[in-house]
């Protein structure tokens, strides 16, 4: 039933509003993560989300952040550190410091 109804939907929204295509054409976009600062941009901007839609008021204080390792060092089994974070400063302790400045 579910898959009857978003199938009719796509084909009414296609008709009305003139488009071509699959409904959700072009809306995403991937792009390596290629350099230490285009890492840290993203990392900066995922663990700010909670702050800019005013569910916290710093990104420790929000459970499910990747901040908690990150910043603070905490072992998360589904946390893995991309290398270009790890080989910022040669240890943990020294790349978290960096980060929480960064934030």
Aim: aromatic share 10%; proline share 5%.
């Amino acid at each position: 039933m579910m898959q009857g109804l978003g199938r009719r939907y796509v084909h009414y929204i296609i008709k009305h509003k003139q488009r071509s295509g699959t409904l959700w054409e072009g809306r995403f976009k991937a792009r390596p993560v290629d350099s230490v600062q285009y890492l840290l941009t993203c990392m900066r901007y995922i663990d700010l989300n909670p702050v800019r839609a005013n569910m916290v008021d710093h990104p420790g204080e929000y459970a499910w952040a990747s901040y908690h390792a990150n910043a603070q060092g905490r072992i998360d089994p589904l946390i893995e550190p991309h290398n270009l974070y790890l080989s910022l400063d040669g240890s943990v302790e020294s790349s978290c410091s960096a980060y929480r400045e960064l934030i």
